[in-house]
């Protein structure tokens, strides 16, 4: 089991440009979650998704920022027009749903230059 | 709204001391409390997960406890090692798996 693998674990995106993060939840795991980590700051809930379904967005930024988890592949977090604000690390997390704890990824860390 | 806060924010301490790091919350109706730790540049590793019926996890040298009427959780570290210097966080489950995390307590342990 290869655990939560997250991709890229780097980015960097000119303002402007848009911005794909990556996290392919452990085997078995059908539920995902991302949060963010600006700099000098805590981790932040981000948005809750099963598959092909979004349980909770309650902290996704309104505009600019969505997010999927189809039916195949990966979950991804997809940030348009990126601003320096923006620049963050990225992490995913993958649970069975049923309780049981949560597991991270090592990250994508953006930078928007 | 689950609030999470850990004192003290930053904490040095030479090797071998024991220590304990602080975590409160505001809403005690959590599913699980986790201990994670992160260091620099990298991602979280979980170190003890409290289920919201149990009172203390142990793992080696961590002890972790949960005091749900206080809203207080403590991770004791025994014989602290130079190793150990990282960032400590603590996070609530209110359901769902989504965590709300504290702003952490940045260990250093000097040799």
């Known amino acids: 089991n290869a655990g939560v693998m997250q991709n890229p674990r780097h980015l960097v995106r000119r303002r402007g440009q848009e911005a794909r993060l990556r996290c392919s939840p452990m085997?078995?795991?059908?539920?995902v979650y991302w949060y963010r980590q600006l700099p000098e700051e805590g981790l932040k809930f981000m948005v809750y998704?099963?598959?092909?379904?979004?349980?909770?967005e309650s902290g996704m930024p309104k505009e600019r920022f969505s997010a999927e988890f189809p039916k195949e592949g990966p979950s991804i977090l997809r940030i348009q027009q990126v601003v320096r604000g923006d620049s963050a690390a990225y992490f995913c997390?993958?649970?069975?749903?049923?309780?049981?704890?949560?597991?991270f990824g090592q990250g994508t860390r953006l930078t928007v230059v | 709204k689950q609030e999470v806060t850990q004192i003290p924010a930053a904490l040095s301490v030479p090797e071998g001391e024991n220590l304990v790091l602080n975590c409160s919350f505001t809403?005690?109706?959590?599913?699980?409390l986790q201990w994670f730790r992160q260091d620099p540049g990298k991602g979280l590793t979980s170190l003890l997960l409290?289920?919201?019926?149990?009172r203390e996890q142990t793992s080696g040298r961590l002890n972790a406890s949960l005091d749900k009427s206080s809203g207080r959780s403590t991770l004791y570290i025994a014989a602290s090692q130079p190793g150990d210097s990282a960032t400590y966080l603590c996070?609530?489950?209110?359901?769902?798996?989504?965590?709300?995390f504290g702003g952490g307590t940045r260990l250093m342990v000097k040799p």
């Open positions: 997390a993958s649970s069975t749903g049923d309780g049981t704890e949560a597991f």
């Open positions: 085997k078995g795991h059908s539920h």
């Open positions: 998704l099963q598959k092909e379904n979004i349980i909770d």
């Open positions: 809403d005690s109706a959590i599913y699980n």
């Open positions: 409290i289920q919201s019926s149990q």
């Open positions: 996070a609530m489950d209110n359901g769902g798996n989504m965590l709300t």
